[in-house]
Every structure is written in C-alpha cells, then in structure tokens.
C-alpha cells in the first residue's frame, strides 16, 4: 500500500538541499487539506483548511525540521540548538531524537504551553527557560551556535524555509493551482515566507498559473509586522506568535507586498472565538495562535471584505492538544458538573427530557 515518504522523499529534487542528503524523518507532511462547509457557506467562497496539526508533532514545524536535521547530521552537527515558543523546539526535539543528536531548546520562562514543554523533555531535550520572551531567546540561540559546536535549526536557517515551502506544493498539487488567497498566523513570519517561496517555485516551474493573494494575522499584543516597527514586549495569550521582532521580516514583506496582500491584527479575545468557532462548526480543534487566519477571514467578513467565488487557503499550523489549558479556560462550569452514575440523571443533564 502507499505510504506517504516525508517531505524530503515527496519533493527531493524541489529542495535546495545538497542532494545526497539522507532524510531524517518522520513521514511529515502529507496533511489533509479539509473543506470547511461553515466558512464556505460563510463567503459563499471554496475554503480550506490545510490542518498541520497532523503532522507528527503536531505542528507545521516538522516540514522544516526534518530538513534542517538531515543537512545538519549529514554535516556532522552533534548537537543542535533553536530558541522557540514551544513548536519548534517540540519539533527539533522528536528529529534531534530520531537522528541521534542533542537538543538544546532555549524557552521563555513561564510562556510554553504544557503540552509543548511535555514534547522538548519526552524527546530528550536540554530545556533551558530564560528571564526573557522569543526575542531574547533567539538572539542568545544564534550568539550559541556562533561561539559553540552546535548548529542553529530556527528558521533564519535557510533549510527551514526549504521544508516548510513543501505545505504550498501540496496545495497546488490537490487544488490543481494556486488558491485565489492564503491566509495564515504569523509570528517570526517564516512560514508565511516559505509559502511564498513554495508558490514562487511552484508557478515558475508550470505547476501553477497564479500565486494567491497573501495575508498574514498576528496577535493585536504582538503586531510588530502591521505596526511596521518591532515589540519590545509582546503579549498575547496565543503564546505560539507572542514574538516582537521576527526574524523573517524582510522575507514576510516581501511577499505581502508581491502578492498584493498585507498584515492584520487581531485581539486575543477574536483568536479564542475563532478557535472555538472553528472547533464546534468544522470538528478541527487547533491551538489558538492557530486560529488567527481564521479570525483573520472572520474580521475581514465583518469588514465588508468579499471572498464570494474565490478558493481559499487558511493554514491552521498547530494542534489544539497542544494548550488544553487555554483552550478549557472559561469552560468551568462544564468541565466541573458532575452527577450520580444514573440513566435518567444523564438523559436530563444531557436536554433529552
Ligand atoms: N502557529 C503556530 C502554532 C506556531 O507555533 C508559530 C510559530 C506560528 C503559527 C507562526 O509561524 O513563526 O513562521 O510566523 N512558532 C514558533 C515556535 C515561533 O517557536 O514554535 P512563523
């Protein structure tokens, strides 16, 4: 029967990567691409959500990783080291694993949801919390790799963005083009560049006819992109974008701009709505700084934007088992009711009588 191989193997010769280079895998990708009949019926448009909760992870991170892994064991790194908020390190961590290497993950105190710490430990991890947010993280990060024998796997390595371009040729190849829009959260702005760079490839190889029109969301709290100068400190309850000054800004410019598109904020509060929103009405649960393209779509409805007719991509990047913490705040009074081990009393609090 058909397996699908990992990214590396699916789309070897589209990445920039020395050839020869074994794979480090996980069988990433390959992640459903599902219609979301509510937001259709919603825009009168064709949306889908392309669900990298999926990957083994549970995050988009792994596209990245298990190429950032391989070229880095093929060139003899022994250890490997990423600032992150929670994904990348849980990502870096299962690849260091499986290639046999150490990972070294630089955190920002207190601000990791529990299942994304869980991973970094599980998968054998130096975890290394730090009196400071992603920035200061990132910065100590590449400061490590530069003075010490320990390669760097955040996405200002270019064979991140390698990996993670694969999300848009898989689009293409199950649409059949380009969508007419894409939307996606954003917080170091790598994974919006990747896409870009995928659907770039993509069109001048023939594949596609059109890029998609691109917009990009982040956290009202953490906006440095829509407000066109870094956050000193960022703040948002979607700890996955709580990041203030992105590595991949100019890269994230570049492809607002060429594809016409832009950067919106949204407020914590529209992020939670959107993840439930999104949880009760199309059964896929993802973690909130998941749901901003989501609340994005929804904020631009509001607006009087118009997707009738038009294909629509919105990439929910990380699974909602991630942060089950946020997720149940505000369901108290759900998660606390409790009766007797009795037929009726179910039937009851279940409405049935
Ligand atoms: N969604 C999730 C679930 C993320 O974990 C991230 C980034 C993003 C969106 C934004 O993607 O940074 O490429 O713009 N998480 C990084 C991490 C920063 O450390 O896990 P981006």
């Known amino acids: 029967a058909h397996q699908w191989k990992g990214v590396i193997e699916e789309y070897r010769e589209l990445l920039d990567i020395p050839q020869d280079t074994p794979a480090v895998t996980l069988r990433e990708g390959g992640t459903p691409l599902v219609h979301s009949d509510w937001l259709s019926g919603l825009t009168g448009g064709e949306v889908w959500l392309k669900v990298e909760g999926n990957n083994p992870t549970g995050s988009f991170k792994d596209r990245g990783m298990t190429v950032a892994l391989s070229v880095a064991v093929h060139q003899g790194a022994k250890a490997v080291v990423c ?5 990348t390190s849980a990502a870096m961590a299962a690849y260091a ?3 046999g290497v150490t990972p070294i993950v630089l955190v920002p105190e207190g601000k ?41 796997v955040n996405s200002v390595n270019p064979h991140r963005l390698e990996g993670q371009k694969t999300a848009a040729f898989e689009i293409v190849d199950f649409l059949g083009d380009a ?15 990747a896409y870009w760079l995928g659907y770039t490839q993509y069109e001048a190889a023939g594949k596609a006819t059109k890029r998609p029109v691109m917009r990009g969301f982040q956290a009202a709290g953490a906006a440095p992109l829509v407000l066109g100068a ?7 309850l979607a700890t996955a974008i709580r990041i203030g000054n992105p590595a991949s800004w100019d890269l ?14 949204r407020t914590d509060e529209q992020i939670l709505a959107a993840q439930r929103a999104l949880a009760a009405n199309d059964g896929v649960f993802v973690e909130p700084a998941s749901a901003a393209g989501v609340a994005g779509l929804l904020g631009e409805l509001e607006a009087g ?25 505000g369901f108290g009074d759900v998660v606390d009711t409790v009766i007797d081990a009795d037929v009726d009393a179910a039937a009851s609090a279940a409405g049935l009588v």
Do not use: W
């Open 83 to 87: 600032a992150s908020t929670g994904n």
């Open 97 to 99: 694993a499986k290639a």
């Open 112 to 152: 990791i949801a529990a299942g994304k710490m869980a991973q970094a430990v599980l998968h054998g991890s130096v975890v290394i919390q730090v009196r400071g947010n992603f920035d200061d993280c990132l910065r100590m990060a590449r400061g490590m790799a530069e003075k010490y024998p320990v390669a760097l």
């Open 179 to 193: 969508p007419d829009y894409h939307l996606l959260p954003v917080g170091n702005a790598g994974n919006i560049s």
């Open 230 to 236: 870094p956050v000193d400190e960022p703040e948002t």
């Open 252 to 265: 994230a410019m570049n492809a607002a701009k060429e594809s016409e598109g832009r950067f919106a904020s």
């Open 305 to 329: 934007e118009s997707y009738a007719g038009k294909t629509v991509v919105i990439t929910v990047t990380g699974h909602g088992l991630k942060d089950t913490a946020t997720a149940l705040a």
